[in-house]
C-alpha cells in the first residue's frame, strides 16, 4: 500500500442512520465484553485448575486467546470511530489491522484442524493419548499454526505493501478488509487477488480435509463401540467442536458464494460484523455449556471466590 499522496483512509463504516448507529454500537460493544470475559474465563480455567490441563484444554486455552485477538483487531477501532464520529484511519494503523485479523482468522482454521487431530487421537486411540499428545507434541503443533498463518499471509501481504492509491482513500467498510482496499487502487490488483483467492481455498481446502478425515475416522470408530452409552459419551466429547466447526466453515463458506454486485459488499459487511462478534461470542459458551469438566472447574472457581469475599467480609 506504497503512496506518497494518501497517507489516511476513511472507513464508510455501516450506516450513516444515528439511531442505526447507537444500536450498533450497544449490541458490539454487549458482545465484545461478553466475548471477552467469556474466552478469558476458559482461559484462567486452564491455567488455574489441574483437571483442564491436557492437550484438548491446551488447544482451546490457545484458541479463545485467537477469539480475543480477532475480535480486538476489528471491533474496538469500530466502536470508536461510531463513538466520536472520526472515520480516519492512518495507513500503518490500516496495514497492521489487516495483517492482524487475516492471521488470527487463518490460524483459526488450522488450530480447528489441529483440535479434531486432537478428538481423533482421544477416541480412536485413547489407550496411547498422553504419550502421543504429550508437551512437546503440542506446542509443536501450535507452533506449526503460527507458522502456517504466517507463510499464508506474508506472501499476499507483502504485494498489498506495494499498491498505489491515487484519486479515492474511501474504504466501504468498518474495518480494514484486503477486497474494499483492492477496489480503491490505481495499481493493477489481479494478480494480488488471484493470489489472496489460492491461499484462501488452499487453507481452507486443507484444513477442512484434516477436520473431515478426523470425524470419518471418530464416526467409523464410535460405531464399532458395543455399548450405546460409550457412543453417546464419545460423540458428547466432540459435539462442542463440531458445532464451532459447522459455524466456522459455514460463515466462511457463504461469504464466498458470490449474489449479485449491489448485493456483494452489504452482504460481505454484514457477514463480517457478525464473524466478528456473534462467533467469539458464542464460542465460550458453547464450550463451557456442553462440557462437564469446564462447568465443574468454572464452579469450583466461583465457589472459591465467594468463599474468599466472605471471609474476607467476616474479618472486617
Known amino acids: 500500500m506504497r503512496n506518497h499522496t494518501i497517507k489516511t483512509f476513511i472507513l464508510l463504516g455501516l450506516t450513516d442512520d444515528p439511531r442505526i448507529k447507537v444500536l450498533i454500537f450497544i449490541f458490539l460493544f454487549f458482545t465484545y465484553m461478553l466475548s471477552a470475559a467469556g474466552n478469558l474465563t476458559i482461559i484462567s480455567l ?22 480475543i485477538s480477532f475480535t ?20 500503518a494503523a490500516c496495514a497492521a489491522q489487516i495483517f492482524f485479523t487475516y492471521l488470527f482468522g487463518i490460524m483459526e482454521f488450522f488450530l480447528l484442524a489441529t483440535m479434531s487431530f486432537d478428538r481423533y487421537v482421544a477416541i480412536c486411540k485413547p489407550l496411547h493419548y498422553v504419550t502421543i499428545m504429550n508437551n512437546r507434541v503440542c506446542n509443536r503443533l501450535i507452533i506449526s499454526c503460527w507458522m502456517a498463518g504466517l507463510c499464508i499471509i506474508i506472501p499476499p501481504l ?15 467498510h468498518f474495518f480494514c478488509d484486503a477486497t474494499p482496499l483492492l477496489k480503491i487502487s490505481c495499481s493493477d490488483t489481479q494478480f494480488i487477488e488471484r493470489m489472496i483467492l489460492v491461499c484462501a481455498v488452499l487453507t481452507f481446502i486443507m484444513t477442512l480435509v484434516c477436520v473431515v478425515l478426523s470425524y470419518i475416522y471418530i464416526i467409523m470408530t464410535v460405531l464399532r463401540f458395543s455399548s450405546s452409552q460409550q457412543r453417546k459419551k464419545a460423540f458428547s466429547t466432540c459435539s462442542s467442536h463440531m458445532i464451532v466447526v ?45 462440557n462437564k469438566q469446564v462447568k465443574k472447574a468454572l464452579n469450583d472457581l466461583i465457589k472459591r471466590i465467594t468463599f474468599f469475599f466472605k471471609k474476607k467480609g467476616t474479618i472486617k
Request: glycine share 4%; aromatic share 14%.
Open 46 to 67: 486452564t491455567f488455574i485448575d489441574c483437571r483442564l490441563r491436557t492437550a484438548m484444554y491446551f488447544f482451546l486455552q490457545n484458541f479463545s486467546f485467537l477469539e
Open 246 to 290: 459447522s459455524i466456522t466453515y459455514g460463515s466462511c463458506i457463504f461469504i464466498y458464494i458470490k449474489p449479485s454486485a449491489k448485493k456483494e459488499v452489504a452482504l460481505n459487511k454484514g457477514v463480517s460484523l457478525l464473524i466478528s462478534s456473534i462467533s467469539p461470542t458464542l464460542n465460550p459458551f458453547i464450550y463451557t455449556l456442553r
Open 158 to 172: 507483502s504485494l498489498g505493501l506495494n499498491l498505489e492509491f491515487c484519486d479515492s482513500n474511501v474504504i466501504d
Open 72 to 91: 480486538t483487531a476489528c471491533i474496538p477501532r469500530f466502536l470508536y470511530n461510531i463513538a466520536t464520529g472520526d472515520k480516519i484511519i492512518t495507513y
